[in-house]
């Protein structure tokens, strides 16, 4: 009698957590479609990729058109109009990755204004996934895209000049942000950027993502980060999620940053979990030595639950999934 009492009390409590699981998944029903991307220029490029997404449009196209709204900016840090690398040129990295985990990439790219599109015409017209430098401006330029001046604007122009009262050549990576015209910081304290990422879910429930910078400020020639490298800046798995990252690109490159997180978001974490823990590896790998260093992550579930995390204070990201929904959202970080 006892035994036939405790396996009621079990079933009841079994039945009683199955339906708080059902609430709690009606609670958070499937976002869809959604697209988040980081910082505040995510609210306009969000804008873009859900005037796709709200039209029953596919997520590859959503990701595209919304990151060239911030490629098209000027005086941004993205894009043609970005601060240039130490001698002077604007290079421009991107990838761009579909739901069947077909990708694109391009890096150091000069004189073309969407290198978005062209990392998309890698993924869709060769059978490579990244191009670079000279090779890559030869494909975009036969692929139809126009080469536009070699002449930096106007804020980059002043940023570059007042770098080169100096020009400080230093092994320690990302020393341009301890200056008061860096162009990663804010003199508030506050990080800005040099990259958009963006991941979104279509209304058929398949996943697509976009990273594309003008990378580094004053950065040697040649430098490529982490956002055109697939599983560092930028990475999909249609059966999990997507993710992308902004900040120091080496360091999300030592961790494979995005594959990392969307391997997590497999072992079930939630987006803001995965992304916290790939934040808490970097600052483990640097033993905690992460001072002058940021790093953002931010993800979507198959679930059309999103999250992102940071090291530290000051990274946002904006998310889309109505017409009057797009919100920027300060990121949680790890430190104080």
């Known amino acids: ?22 609430l709690f998944a009606k609670n958070n029903a499937v976002k869809k479609p959604i697209v988040i991307s980081t910082w505040k220029e995510g609210i306009n490029a969000n ?13 590859l196209d959503a990701v595209e058109q919304g990151v060239m709204v911030t490629e098209n900016s000027i005086n941004c840090c993205v894009g043609l109009g970005a601060n240039p690398d ?3 040129y604007v290079t421009l990295d991107a990838c761009i990755m579909d739901e069947t985990g077909n990708a694109g990439s391009v890096a150091a790219i000069e004189r073309i204004k969407h290198p978005i599109s062209v990392a998309r015409k890698v993924m869709e017209n060769t059978p490579h996934v990244m191009l ?7 494909f975009a330029v036969a692929q139809g895209f126009p080469m536009e001046p070699q002449i930096l604007s106007d804020s980059a122009r002043k940023a ?26 804010l003199s508030n304290g506050n990080w800005n950027h040099d990259t958009i990422g963006m991941v979104a879910m279509d209304a058929a429930g398949n996943l697509s993502g976009s990273c594309t910078t ?7 020639h040649g430098r490529v980060g982490d956002s055109p490298i697939i599983g560092a800046g930028l990475y999909v798995d249609n059966e999990i999620g997507a993710a992308t990252s902004t900040g120091l690109g080496e360091e999300v490159i030592k961790i494979c940053g995005t594959h990392l997180v969307v391997e997590l978001m497999r072992q079930g974490l939630s987006p803001e979990a995965a992304c916290k823990a790939a934040c808490e590896r970097i ?16 993800a979507i579930n198959k679930q059309g639950e999103y999250g992102g995390y940071c090291i530290q204070s000051g990274f946002n990201f904006a998310v889309c999934y ?7 959202i300060d990121a949680k970080h790890l430190m104080p």
């Open 1 to 22: 009698m006892l035994q036939r009492r405790r396996f009621i009390q079990t079933a009841s409590l079994g039945l009683s957590t199955l339906f708080t699981q059902n």
């Open 214 to 220: 003008s990378g580094m400020a004053f950065k040697m």
């Open 160 to 185: 570059y000049e007042e770098w080169l009262k100096k020009s400080e050549y230093k092994p320690k990576v990302n020393i341009e942000n301890s200056g008061a015209f860096a162009p990663n910081k």
């Open 47 to 59: 804008k873009a990729a859900w005037n796709v997404l709200r039209n029953n449009g596919r997520a």
């Open 86 to 88: 130490r001698d002077g």
């Open 283 to 298: 600052v483990k790998r640097n033993k905690g030595n992460v001072k002058d260093m940021q790093v953002g992550f931010i």
């Open 322 to 328: 109505g017409d009057d929904h797009n919100e920027l």
């Open 132 to 138: 670079v430098g000279e090779g890559a401006q030869q």
